[in-house]
């Protein structure tokens, strides 16, 4: 669990993509985002105080989290100066970097001297459990899509947001680095050992309140073979009570995969339902979240209403247009 | 890739059962078979010949395997003086225990001191790719279960067996444990990081000749909860051409699992194939392997017939009654 609140390092990103990470934090979790450190040549902005280190210290700041993906793979030593002046300061330090914190000598001495702590979030840190299958009380939403990359995060997300906003129990949970950094805690799945990793998911999204809502980032795609076990450990960990099928409609081919045709909604839900529902026989879809920031807004419109029409369940950009149509449909399960 | 021949290592397994390793390595690698090693209270029996570490050195003999699952999950004071002798003697060892070798220091020492390596198949010493999805040349057949422990590995062994009886170019390609220290090659899937399952089992079954038949040991079960990740992953990764669907007809219920229902074969015939198209259009169900070790001859055979009746394909006990059919039926793709 890292500490929060956070001191968003955006370093010097060349631009606002390679800052991606603050900005999920600064859309998600403002409440954590107490200000951002830039350096020389930063091109990115969230908007927040510029802080020196001393000024997050004193502002209450417990973290300092690594908002942008470095160049060429290495940890530069203009960065970690700032990031040895961090720990000396009391400050921890989370990262989702390939190249790990805990990789850099003089990280590790600076962290052990002031007694601070390095979250490599990209590195499971928890042994986790076998899957045992056992039903789980509480309700739970998994995100899934027709391919990686296509909303699925920001979805569920977007549902957490809105069930929060009706006063509703939620926790949004996290799957991936970037949400790991957002929410402070998660399951880095992608890097649990195979055996483990519905077991990671079960630990992840335990038993809760009968009207609690898990609302489980989705990774990879059933339909993408590089990853598509990753899926089916998530729809069978996770024991979803409800699907929202996530698509990007823009796509010609499987990210990274370009002898692969995208699977139409109609496989991704029947293929998804049938495999959920070895775990969970109530299973359920419930809607449809598009990914429509490649198209014009009636465009947009033109295609949910399209999707609602031949699908028969609602449809959204739940990022462009709000999660309200897919809570309303959670709502009745 | 460990040297043969081998030595089996029996220590002092309290029955036959626990030597399954050595029983497997000794069925289906009889030429990798040159002695075994039995220790004071040892009840199994390779009906091999019994070596001392000289004389199996002397034979020719590359590595001792331990072939015996140990008690208590420690390898004891009593086996490590066996193991030590062995490597001072100039033999590697291989095991496929929890507990690594490699976590031994007095194994480790005499390693170091005599040149020899010490195999833990059970973790991957390869750094496996991401899966890329591009076809590759041979064919490539995987066998899918209703289950966890149904007979994967022997249907996929008792295959390769037939093939090169029949002349047929025909490798087993291991994905398990036991399945490596048979062939003394493969990958321990299980163990694999997850974002690389799918390209670890591209990198096992790699292009081959056009007429070269990779026999691919499956993994779990697409409706095991607990593994179906790495299952899918076997299934996408393997693009296989032809499946052979496995089942233990007498398991109440999943192993493992109490609340869990095994699937009917149809149900894994067509969850497994519309799964396996997505990596190869042309994939198809040959046959049956019905695993009747808890069955009389009469109603094995009557089941085995009810099978075929029903479901118009080939069924049969490859290890009892023979892989004939099932081959008859490969050797027409």
Known sequence: MIQTPYLLFLGDAPDALAAKVAQGIKDWRPEFAV????????????????????????????????????????????????????????????????????????????????????????????????????????????????????????????????????????????????GILITGDGVPLDAVIADFMAGSIEYLTPDNDADHWDLIEGQGSLFHVSYSGVTLALVHGGQPDALVICHEPTRPHMRGLPDYTPPSLEQVRDTALLLARVANPACVAVGYAINTQHMAEDEAKAYLADVETKLGLPATDPFRFGAGKLVDALEKI
């Open 35 to 178: 200000g951002q450190f830039r350096m020389e040549g930063c091109r990115a902005d969230m908007g927040l105080p510029d802080l020196t280190i001393a000024e997050a210290k004193a502002a209450g700041v417990k973290t300092l989290v690594i908002g942008v993906a470095n160049r060429g793979g290495v940890i530069s030593p203009a960065w970690k100066k700032v990031l040895i002046e961090a720990l000396e300061q009391g400050l921890d330090l989370a990262s989702g970097l390939h190249n790990l914190l805990r990789d850099e000598p003089e990280l590790v001495a600076a962290a052990e001297a002031n007694g601070r702590a390095l979250h490599d979030v990209r590195v499971p840190s928890v042994d986790y459990p076998i899957a045992n299958g056992k039903k789980r009380t509480g309700k739970r939403m998994l995100a899934v899509g027709t391919d990686c990359s296509v909303g699925k995060m920001y979805t569920a997300l977007c549902v957490e947001k809105e069930m929060r906003a009706r006063g509703l129990k939620a926790s949004f949970r996290a799957t991936g680095q970037t």
